[in-house]
């Protein structure tokens, strides 16, 4: 008997062809998405976008800058649009750390004015130029990789500042030099200055000496926002996967003809559809926000003082992951069709929106198809409202966008529904 039981199940899963091929390719296909993103060393990894600010001006500081926009992990940004929106103008401190605040770069560096005299931070004394990096600590690799590009550039591009603070170290800490030793390593250091003398500046490796200050722009006055994010990434693929299982109940629905009777009534599909819409909605606002209460009382989430921005962009991602749920279950015949896509979906769709793994540590390549996703763009609105603590206004973006996808996969949900109309 328990043999017929298992012939049974077997029998139907034959039956049903579509299932019976997903149930087997989608562990391929996922394998291979997430091989694609994180297991191919092809792919690349990000440049990360910095902001600098030369208050310096020397020939110095724009040596040791020009060497940072050769690094092919940096993508330094030194101007900005003007209010005329024409002109371009540099960044001033004020201005790099507001686009910091506003999510604009990750990092921005500010050369403070004396670092030409004075760039390398050596010996005991310690008495370089402190440069400023202005970090958004949100996303916790950038400011590590810039610390380590300074580095390497303070040695490869300014050697003769750090050979010059050796001297005065030795000179301060050891013997006196002699007249003429003072000539000759005068004499190297002028070679170490001109790039077309054996021993003058170039690329290379090497460990620098400057002395960097680290301000986190936004974390500093925030309890724990972390956790909020952790909250927004997670919430919105688990309000996929209840929305899928929820709309699953199309199926069904008209497995059992409950739909026909349904529909021999005077509600027509997109009554019904609306009505499900409506029901799915919701039930995944509130999931949403019984996730995040619980998160204020156990976890230190700052809901109260963020509710109108929690509303705004917690209702439309809402909207959109119960239009997306249509759309699947419209799609699917059988169960077993709408589980195997649901999971092939959703999980593609988590991995690459943010869900599942920060952003800011996939490569540029996969960030930008990663905003296919409803996942990015809700991420993006909650970190607005979250960690930004932007007004509900600035909040348009992310609400167009879901909204706009929320009526492309309603309509979509509707023609692919279009099968079950009663004629």
């Not at 562990?27 to 993103?37: D, G």
């Not at 020009?66 to 330094?76: F, M, Q, S, Y």
């Not at 509600?267 to 619980?294: D, E």
Request: glycine residues 10%.
């Amino acid at each position: 008997m328990i043999l017929a039981v298992a012939r049974t199940h077997l029998a139907r899963l034959k039956r049903d062809r579509a299932g019976f091929t997903l149930a087997f390719v989608v562990p391929i296909a996922f394998f291979s998405v997430f091989a694609l993103i994180f297991g191919n060393p092809r792919s690349g990894t990000r440049r990360v976008p910095l902001i600098v600010v030369d208050e310096d001006g020397s020939e110095i500081s724009g040596r040791f800058l020009a060497a940072l926009g050769r690094e092919a992990g940096l993508k330094t940004l030194a101007d900005r649009a003007a209010p005329d929106g024409v002109r371009r103008l540099p960044y001033d401190r004020k201005a790099a750390e507001t686009a910091v605040r506003e999510g604009e770069a990750s990092v921005a560096l500010v050369v403070p004015q004396g670092f030409g005299e004075n760039p390398i931070s050596f010996g005991p004394a310690a008495s370089g130029s402190r440069l400023l990096l202005l970090a958004d600590s949100s996303d916790r690799v950038a400011p590590e990789i810039v610390k380590g590009v300074l580095a390497r550039t303070a040695m490869t591009a300014i050697p003769e500042a750090l050979a010059a603070a050796g001297i005065a170290q030795m000179d301060r800490w050891g013997a006196s030099l002699t007249d003429s030793q003072r000539a000759r390593l005068q004499e190297e250091l002028r070679a170490l200055r001109d790039p077309a003398r054996p021993g003058g500046p170039r690329d290379g490796g090497g460990a620098g000496l400057v002395a960097v200050e680290t301000k986190d722009v936004l974390g500093q006055s925030k309890k724990n926002p972390a956790t909020a994010l952790l909250a927004a990434g997670l919430g919105v693929m688990f309000l996929l996967f209840s929305a899928s299982g929820a709309g699953g109940a199309l199926i069904e629905e008209a497995e059992s003809g409950t739909l026909d009777r349904i529909l021999g009534t005077r509600v027509t599909m997109t009554q019904l559809l609306t009505g499900k819409l409506l029901y799915l909605s919701a039930v995944a606002l509130t999931q949403l926000l019984v996730m995040f209460v619980w998160g204020q009382a156990f976890f230190g989430v700052e809901l109260a003082r963020h509710l109108p921005g929690f509303f705004v962009i917690g209702a439309v991602t809402a909207v959109a992951c119960s239009c997306f749920g249509l759309v699947l279950a419209a799609a699917s015949k059988t169960r077993i069709q709408l589980v195997a896509i649901s999971n092939l979906s959703i999980l593609v769709m988590s991995a690459l929106g943010g869900s599942m793994v920060p952003r800011y540590l996939l490569s540029e390549s996969i960030q930008r198809l990663g905003l296919l996703t409803l996942n990015a763009w809700a991420i993006d609105g909650f970190m607005k409202v979250f960690w930004r603590d932007e007004p509900v206004w600035k909040l348009w973006p992310q609400v167009v966008v879901l909204m706009a996808a929320s009526a492309v996969l309603f309509a979509l949900a509707r023609r692919l529904a279009g099968r079950w109309d009663v004629a």
